[in-house]
């Protein structure tokens, strides 16, 4: 019952929805020829279910968030895209939502706009669930959510239960064998150059600066560490020296850097949003010094234009990302490519 998500589009804002409401403000053309085209796809492929996104889109309705949005939920993607699976919300205790519709009372109106299942997270506490049920108890007695709209929604839950059964399927190891090749080779495809990179001699130091960790890491808080960074760069370069900095000491780096004068300098992000004071003033330095360096991006993207060096972005730090980013740097070991 895979999802898509989270709809209409949250590639286009930097603010994060676990604590703001964020805002795209594209007309409606631009938005129907970039951020919808995947989402119509999905939806006219029928795909299991669609994700909301707790974004404002005044395109569609200047007032409500496409998770609370009557225009974004039922006219645009049931009626215009003719999408009759299950619309499942972002979770509705993050803070672009309960800041706007405390105690639970979002879950009464996503239903109303079009959402079969209201999705309240909680993080271990049992009140915002307490919350949202008594929300759509009291918004059914009130009548100021529609009885019928809730037998939709269950209706559609009940025939989703029945296409998708929860049996276990046996996994083949020729099915899997050509699905981890298949992960592979998507994220060898997703990595992205910028600029020129330096020829990186694995018969000689190369420098690796990189965090400890990262302040906010993967969407389940987990992220890559220095160490694990390091421990697969040295598959590649064997004489690799590290410096590990907690995002606003460099010290450690400068005195690597400093022990190895004209060695190359791998500068590593790993963080979710932005750059650290570390990592900038880490990058200034080199740029300085015209030191041969390589900026990997292993989150962000926009961290490329941040740092100003010449880059290459891997777009994540899976296993899968780290193989794919070996497998390039091996190429850059005598020569760099044009």
């Known amino acids: 019952m895979s999802s898509v998500k989270h709809f209409p589009g949250h590639g286009d804002t930097a603010q994060d929805s676990h604590l703001t409401l964020p805002t795209v403000t ?42 609370l949005s009557p225009a974004a939920l039922t006219g645009l993607l ?11 919300t972002d979770a509705t205790d993050m803070r672009a939502i309960a800041d706007h519709y405390p105690r639970g009372t979002a879950a009464p109106a996503a239903l109303a706009a079009g959402a079969d299942a209201v999705l309240s997270c909680g993080h271990g506490q049992l009140v915002p669930h307490a919350e949202h049920a008594r929300a759509l108890a009291d918004a059914l007695a009130a009548r100021q959510l529609d009885p019928a709209r809730v037998a939709e929604a269950q209706d559609r839950l009940a025939r989703a239960a029945l296409r998708f059964p929860g049996t276990p399927r046996p996994y083949p190891p020729a099915q899997r ?77 400068e005195a690597l ?36 360096a390589l900026h990997l991006a292993l989150w962000s993207p926009e961290t490329v234009g941040a740092l100003g060096l ?3 972005v891997t777009h994540g730090f899976r296993p899968v990302n780290l193989l794919a980013l070996n497998t390039a740097l091996a190429t850059l070991r005598l020569h760099a490519p044009h």
């Not at 690799?240 to 995002?247: F, K, S, T």
């Open 257 to 292: 850097l400093a022990r190895f004068p004209g060695a190359p300098v791998l500068l590593a992000t790993t963080g979710r949003w932005g750059v650290s004071a570390a990592e900038a003033g880490l990058a200034t330095g080199l740029r300085r010094d015209r030191r041969p």
């Open 78 to 88: 049931r009626q215009e895209w003719g999408y009759d699976g299950v619309v499942v």
């Open 26 to 67: 594209k007309p409606r053309a631009e938005l129907e020829a970039t951020e919808w085209l995947p989402f119509r796809a999905a939806a006219q492929a029928g795909v299991g279910s669609v994700m909301t996104a707790h974004i404002l889109y005044p395109a569609l309705d200047p007032q409500r968030p496409a998770t």
């Open 177 to 253: 064998g050509a699905d981890e090749q298949a992960t592979q080779d998507w994220a060898a495809r997703s990595l992205r150059w910028q600029g020129t990179p330096p020829a990186l001699d694995p018969a000689r130091p190369v420098l690796l600066l990189a965090p400890e960790s990262a302040a906010l890491g993967g969407p389940y808080g987990d992220f890559l560490s220095g160490e694990a960074l390091a421990a697969s760069l040295r598959n590649v370069f064997p004489h690799l020296q590290v410096a590990l900095h907690g995002g606003q000491d460099a010290s450690a780096a």
């Open 310 to 312: 010449p880059a290459i």
